[in-house]
């Protein structure tokens, strides 16, 4: 969920711009997708939870 609350408060702050609303949206789109699975310990999801992750974290902190 931290992942995903990441994407959406980057997506929707002030000092977003084109560049970081195209990956936080990416990010929710995965994060999205993934999330019940990796938490219902389906393990081949967790690769795309962690994509989903890093990308959130990475474009969030292009906003400091």
Known sequence: MDAMTQAIE???TKGAW????????KAIEIVGRSLRDSVAEQLEV???MALGQYIAGMVF???A
């Open 61 to 63: 902190s292009m906003l």
């Open 18 to 25: 084109e560049l970081t609303d195209m990956l936080h949206l």
């Open 46 to 48: 967790r690769e795309e």
């Open 10 to 12: 980057g997506f929707i």
